[in-house]
């Protein structure tokens, strides 16, 4: 059983669960996360465990009852997980590891062009209270539909959860006018056919009037499989997040919990990505 006192020793090579960050990992994110609150007991969690927890059900996808026992209690962690949903601190850690890999890179910390896409996931069975879900028609899929946008490297910019019958092109307008100002310098906006059409462009065009919009077709002679500029790139990135099995389906009853585990998804990836330059 885990407690304070016999808290496991980290070691790069050697780790309890691949989902464990690692010291150059956990470097990177340690300071980001605010300290306890004034008054009352001092904290006895381990904060780092706690976030040991979260990424193991993230990356096996169990169910909260089945976390290991060497792990923090299944309330503490969805208690910080709520925590740090609610104060802004997942979003803080994002932003700025963000910041770190575009650094890296050798590139502008705002990016000027950005791909959108949406990707449709079929809902698991739930109990309690569950917020709506829609069915795609298209797809034939009953659930909640991510929609998420990138930079051209394939790394996430922003990202919204919505019910699975909303259209791309009204989703889309979503994604756009939720972003409150971040990344002013985009110029350029990559998108496929569901997206063209004057009501998408008018509804980003009222926050983003600067912004120019290119719909990627594929074109009508081509035959099997081809590659299109722009659109792999975040194809791929819906590839990357979903090595996380919690995100191979809607597991969540709240479309909040199902957007936190999609940014901790990236933020997974960015760590990697950091610490991991090859």
């Not at 669960?17 to 690692?22: A, N």
Request: charge should be positive; glycine fraction near 6%; charged fraction near 25%.
């Amino acid at each position: 059983m885990w407690t304070p006192d016999n808290r496991p020793r980290y070691n790069r090579d050697k780790l309890r669960y691949p989902s464990d960050v690692t010291d150059d990992e956990w470097s990177h994110i340690e300071f980001l996360i605010p300290p306890a609150k004034h008054g009352g007991r001092d904290r006895e969690v381990d904060v780092r465990e706690v976030v040991n927890g979260i990424m193991y059900v993230l990356s096996t996808g169990c169910q909260w009852r089945y976390i290991p026992r060497d792990l923090p209690p299944r309330s503490t962690l969805h208690s910080y997980l709520q925590r740090w949903q609610y104060d802004g601190t997942l979003m803080k850690i994002h932003h700025a590891l963000y910041m770190e890999c575009r650094e890296q890179m050798g590139r502008e910390a705002s990016p000027t062009a950005c791909v959108i896409d949406s990707q449709c996931v079929k809902s698991a069975e739930k109990g309690g209270r569950v917020d709506p879900h829609g069915y795609d028609a298209g797809k034939k899929i009953k659930g909640k539909k991510r929609h998420i946008l990138v930079d051209t490297t394939g790394l996430l910019l922003h990202a919204i959860v919505h019910p699975a019958d909303i259209q791309d092109r009204d989703g889309g307008v979503l994604v756009m006018s939720s972003m409150f100002g971040l990344f002013p310098f985009l110029q350029r906006l990559f998108a496929d056919a569901g997206y063209q059409g004057p009501k998408f462009a008018a509804g980003t065009a009222e926050v983003w009037p600067d912004l120019a919009i290119e719909i990627v077709k594929r074109s009508d002679t081509a035959k099997g499989f081809k590659l299109l500029p722009r659109r792999w790139v975040v194809e791929r990135t819906f590839a990357w997040l979903n090595r996380c099995r919690r995100l191979a389906k809607d597991f969540e009853n709240r479309t909040r919990n199902a957007l936190a585990f999609l940014t901790l998804a990236s933020i997974r990836l960015m760590l990697r990505k950091l610490c991991n330059p090859l």
